[in-house]
């Protein structure tokens, strides 16, 4: 499998890092073909894969569309739309999915992180879209996901204006779930993880197909998807709660 997407697997959490580092991991029709190749591998491990990290290599996240190399593409490909599909097979993961953002995350590469269930900013992240900038507009679901994360008037903000955000100013505005020193985010990374994969992978699971399959509906229809397409219990719920029962103590 190709280099430019590297995967490390430890305790349950499987780390897919974009390694074009000489091009601040800009994204090309390549990039995106090792990165479905790897999720389509994940998406048949969720009994082994608890949680996905997406990072980039040397300190940075993404630099966005290799234009040349994306436009190429887009001229000779069958599959013109194969980008936006791979960012939607992200969005649809059926693990819970965590973009770690350092340095640079522009345009594409934001819509990359919009797909990943949380954000998990360092503090040297800078997120901007400048599709207006150069005349372009989004079709990899930016404009769907953006104003979902961070709301209406806000996304417009982002959009209008080409604007970069700090990762303070990304946790502010919802667009980062957290933000951290650079030096601390792995240790803090760890840390959410082991939050993560103490739980139940199936109920994350169920709990992300109900997000996904409920989202804009209005709540008494997703009410009703809730109740009639309800899973069940987890495999290990009668032992968890078993568990939880033996550590209260006695009155």
């Excluded at 503090?123 to 961070?150: D, H, M, Q």
């Excluded at 779930?177 to 990374?189: G, V």
């Excluded at 992978?201 to 209005?218: F, G, H, M």
């Excluded at 009410?223 to 103590?249: S, T, V």
Aim: a neutral charge; one cysteine or more; hydrophobic letters at 45%.
């Amino acid at each position: 499998m190709s280099d430019l997407v590297k995967r490390e697997d430890k305790d349950g959490v499987a780390t897919l890092t974009l390694n074009r580092p000489d091009k601040m991991n800009a994204l090309s029709n390549k990039v995106f073909e090792a990165l479905d190749q790897h999720l389509r591998m994940l998406a048949r491990q969720s009994n082994k894969v608890g949680l996905v990290i997406l990072r980039g290599a040397a300190g940075n996240f993404s630099a966005g569309y290799d234009v040349p190399e994306i436009l190429q593409s887009v001229r000779a490909r069958a599959k013109p739309h194969f980008e936006g599909e791979v960012i939607e097979y992200l969005a649809n993961m059926p693990m819970p999915v965590i973009a770690a953002v350092q340095g640079h995350c522009s345009t594409g590469a934001l819509e990359l992180a919009l797909a990943c269930d949380l954000i998990v900013a360092g503090e040297s992240a800078r997120f901007s879209e400048a599709y207006s900038r150069w005349g372009l507009t989004p079709i990899w679901g930016l404009s769907l996901r953006l104003p979902r994360r961070v709301g209406s008037a806000r996304a417009r903000e982002i959009m209008f204006t080409g604007r970069t955000y700090s990762g303070r100013q990304a946790e502010h505005i919802n667009l980062a779930n957290y933000c951290f020193p650079d030096d601390k985010l792995d240790a803090e990374l760890a840390l959410l993880a082991a939050d993560i994969l103490a739980n139940s992978w199936y109920s994350n699971q169920v709990c992300k197909r109900v997000l996904i399959e409920t989202d804009a509906l209005p709540l008494k229809e997703a009410h009703g998807l809730e109740i009639f397409k309800n899973e069940g219990l987890a495999p290990d719920a009668e032992a968890r709660l078993a568990a939880f029962i033996a550590r209260k103590p006695s009155r």
